[in-house]
């Protein structure tokens, strides 16, 4: 799986990992690992699409209106969050 800008321990505190992304046109990642998330206790992640509106790690907004997904993304294998990743970083800037 690609590096995230950040990582930290998963805030809903139920243990797991949150990794975030950041792509130049604004859009990211948060892609979710914990006991309770689509696929988290058989080993797998899930993904949500985000859009940034500040420049620290915790300005952003979940979006469930892009090509992408517009739902959470579940039951992912690593090759499937970086296939997804790369499909946020090639959006263009200003999808609604």
Do not use: C
Request: proline share 6%; glycine share 12%.
């Amino acid at each position: 799986m690609r590096k995230p800008f950040f990582e930290r321990e998963h805030p809903g505190g139920l243990g797991g990992v949150q990794k975030l992304y950041r792509f130049e046109n604004g859009f990211g990642a948060s892609v979710v690992r914990f006991l309770g998330s689509y696929g988290g206790d058989e080993g797998k992640w899930e993904l949500a699409v985000i859009h940034y509106t500040g420049e620290d790690e915790y300005s952003f907004e979940v979006r469930f209106d892009t090509p992408v997904a517009q739902a959470l993304l579940g039951f992912m294998t690593e090759a499937e969050v970086d296939e997804a990743l790369a499909r946020i970083e090639a959006l263009p800037p200003d999808v609604p």
